[in-house]
């Protein structure tokens, strides 16, 4: 059987072999053809600014030119064209007491500690700099992340992120797991993966035991397809999942990708299946280069109107939009309340009006 080194050693990364892997698709599936733009030239522009890679793992679960893995996965020429958004849309660079920590709510800092990923989403936030030599990560920022987090009382819970945290050695998330219990004002370790989707095979039993020494320890991964679940996937989830470790799901709103009520009512109960609680369902950020991933406001609430009470109330994410310049995530809901006052008037989730009426006291 293949390592998960292995699989990611075997990665599509340069322009002429996922050329080579197109036309084979094209052939296989009698696909499509494929989009004009994607000549060798136009994606090695593409992937020269973001770059690309798609391990053999998730490129089989890519069936045809196009679909909905494709796009998360395979350069667009829009990325190059993108005439709206900007480079750090969430400020974080401004909000980073420390290079690779942002403080942005009182309570919990986001920490930085790997500048690689399984592959390479298309509609990645840190666009900007994950998987090049922008995002710099140290054995000097890390101690300067640790030793931030020592010094700030106030900081129960830390958010390991990048890039993904499970792409480092076991013996490197060992020893940052053993250092950040060292600091006994920090109660909860949450780490930001997408591995348990896009590499599965990463989640060994050998990492599993290395996590679970340091409860309470959460983990969000991020799934946005019901296509992505898959044998080796529900494997991975059901892993870590024995090992107590609660596992929650960060969604991202995609245009093509998973923007139908169909689509995301399969995917969030998909997930409850393989025990992964949807958390967050994110409109797509002001990244520059995801601007044709960006879907309406509108859309996403409405999405959310038709799956609140309609399935059960664990499959539904909070949809929430992260405020450029670092103003932090609202949630996005539909408006169920019609009018205030002494009645509270509301329509329930299948447009039936009702009328509460309210205690009385004064607020
Ligand atoms: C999203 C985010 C968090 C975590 O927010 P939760 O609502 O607790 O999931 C923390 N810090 C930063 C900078 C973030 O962007
Ligand atoms: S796994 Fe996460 S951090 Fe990595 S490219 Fe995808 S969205 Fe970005």
């Keep these: 059987m293949k390592t998960w080194q292995n699989i990611l050693g075997d990665s599509i990364t340069s322009a002429a072999h ?42 089989q679960l890519i069936k045809k030119v196009g679909d909905p893995l494709w796009k998360q996965a395979v350069p667009d020429a829009a990325e190059l064209l993108d005439p709206v958004c900007i480079e750090d849309p969430l400020g974080e660079e401004d909000l980073s007491p420390v290079p690779n920590l942002v403080h942005k709510y009182p309570d919990r800092v986001l920490f930085l500690v790997s500048s690689q990923c399984a592959m390479y989403c298309r509609f990645c936030t840190r666009k900007r700099m994950v998987g090049t030599g922008k995002m710099i990560i140290t054995q000097e920022t890390i101690a300067a992340g640790l030793d931030y987090i020592r010094r700030h009382p106030a900081v129960r819970e830390v958010l390991l992120s990048g890039g993904d945290p499970l792409l480092l050695p076991d013996a490197q998330i060992d020893y940052l797991l053993n250092e950040l219990r060292t600091i006994p004002t920090l109660k909860v370790i949450r780490i930001g993966t997408r591995v348990p989707c896009t590499l599965p095979m990463r989640i060994t039993p050998e990492l599993v035991a290395i996590l679970k020494k340091y409860h309470p320890l959460y983990i969000n991964t991020h799934f946005n397809h019901p296509a992505e679940i898959t044998p080796q996937s529900s494997a991975a989830c059901n892993l870590l999942a024995d090992a107590g470790i609660p596992l929650g799901c960060q969604t991202v709103l995609l245009k093509g990708v998973n923007d139908n009520t169909e689509i995301m009512r399969e995917l969030l109960l998909k997930l409850l299946e393989i025990r992964v609680k949807p958390y967050y369902l994110f409109q797509t950020d002001l990244t520059r280069g995801t601007n044709h991933f960006r879907t309406s406001t509108a859309a996403g609430i409405k999405i959310m109107r038709s799956l609140i009470g309609h399935i059960s109330g664990l499959a539904i994410p909070t949809f929430a939009l992260d405020g450029p310049g670092g103003m932090g995530k609202i949630p996005l809901t539909p408006d169920y309340i019609l009018s205030r006052g002494d009645n509270l008037i509301f329509e329930n989730f299948r447009g039936d009006i009702c009328t509460y009426p309210e205690s009385g006291d004064a607020i």
Aim: proline letters at 7%.
């Design 18 to 59: 996922l050329k080579e892997h197109l036309d084979q698709l094209e052939t296989e599936f009698n696909a499509a053809p494929q989009p004009a733009h994607l000549d060798i030239t136009s994606i090695s522009r593409i992937i020269a600014t973001y770059p690309m890679r798609i391990n053999s793992y998730y490129l």
